[in-house]
DNA sequence: GCTCCACCGGAACGCCGGGTCG
DNA sequence: CGACCCGGCGTTCCGGTGGAGC
């Protein structure tokens, strides 16, 4: 097999079981894809659209859906852009014009000591459409960027978060009220039928023929409440743990092994992205759960060489929390943390 | 070619107002 | 009310970078 090291007894194909894999057709959004589809007919064109505001609980399709929409426009447009950026990761207002340029222009357009004016002025001069998916818009720390890029009449924005209230928590009146006119679009949990369908697709590109039951699909979807991201983890770690094993499929007693493999893989996924300081919290957190603010800090105080202020510990508990790796109950001198349950809820 | 310096984004942090529990 | 805690805001510091001047 040349070029691809991914194949096995079970696993054809693992990219498709990665988080940022779109599939060719999408199940069970058609109602979605057509209103996405109708505000963004005028940008093709070449008329200002509407903007997008995507909503709901992750794992219901949000953004593949958005990723999956965009990639039809440009199959059928040939004068247009995309960019995709995601606001966890990028979440100053330099980087996400940084990220949106980068997709556009060539790498070495974009000099290193460009200010992010700078780089809003690149975008300004751009003279195609372009079309950027915002996704977890409500993590974006400098929101004024969001009013900059509604401001650029050849700019596009599909904003996704999970709900309408914290994108316009953020941001100030003028965008607020300019947002009112944007399509809103709201993904609701999907059914048990529809996850399985899913799985069904994602078993048909990513594993061997016949490796997997419909009743063990119907079990994952079960266990996956509603949430296909975690549903097609669960599938993915199934199918590994039956490799593992030596195994020839998937039988149903392993599901339970997968749900737990899975929620193991995203807590260590999530850990790694902590620095020390944020682990020596989460450590103490962990042995000695509930605790209060103070003797979390004291603790670490103890813990670490060179230890960082108490207000630089709160950003990173908040910053803890958003991961769902800490749990924040009570307030004031009632006040306790412990840990979390990275998983079917939001981070 | 080398050094110095201006400038950038981002992390750390001090200050402080506001909220809440005992 | 007092002690404690959270988080927004402005400032400072630091590492990276590349151009000016030698």
Known sequence: MIGDGTRGAVVADARVFQEDWVPGDMHHRD????????????VVE????????LTGPSGTGKTCSAKYLLGKLRERVLDIETQYVNCWSDYTRYRVLFRILDGLD??????????????????REVD??????????????????????????????????????EVLAGIDDRLQSRLRTATRVSFDRYGTDALVSILEQ????????????????????????????????????????????????????????????????????????????????YDVIASDEPIAPGDLYDAYEETVEEPRTKRTLRTYLTKMEQYSLVVAEGSAQGRRYRTGDPGPDDR
């Open 202 to 281: 994602r078993a048909q590109k990513g594993l061997q023929p016949d490796v997997v039951g419909r009743s063990e699909l119907e079990a994952i979807a079960r266990a996956a409440d509603g949430n296909a991201r975690n549903a097609i983890a669960v599938l993915r770690s199934a199918a590994q743990l039956a490799e593992s094993r030596d195994l020839d499929g998937i039988a149903e007693a392993i599901v339970d092994d997968a749900v737990s493999d899975a929620q193991t893989r995203v807590r260590r996924t999530l850990l790694e992205k902590l620095n020390d300081h944020q682990r020596v919290l």
């Open 31 to 42: 109602a979605e894809l057509n209103l996405m589809a109708s505000a963004l007919k005028p």
């Open 128 to 165: 195609i459409p372009v079309v950027v998916i915002l996704d977890e818009v409500d993590q974006l720390a400098e929101s004024a960027v969001l009013y900059e890029l509604y401001e650029l009449p050849h700019v596009e924005m599909v904003l996704i978060s999970n709900g309408e209230a």
């Open 106 to 123: 060539s790498a070495e357009a974009i000099r290193n000591r460009s200010s992010a004016s700078d780089l809003l002025e690149r975008l």
């Open 46 to 53: 070449g008329d200002p659209g509407t903007e997008l505001l």
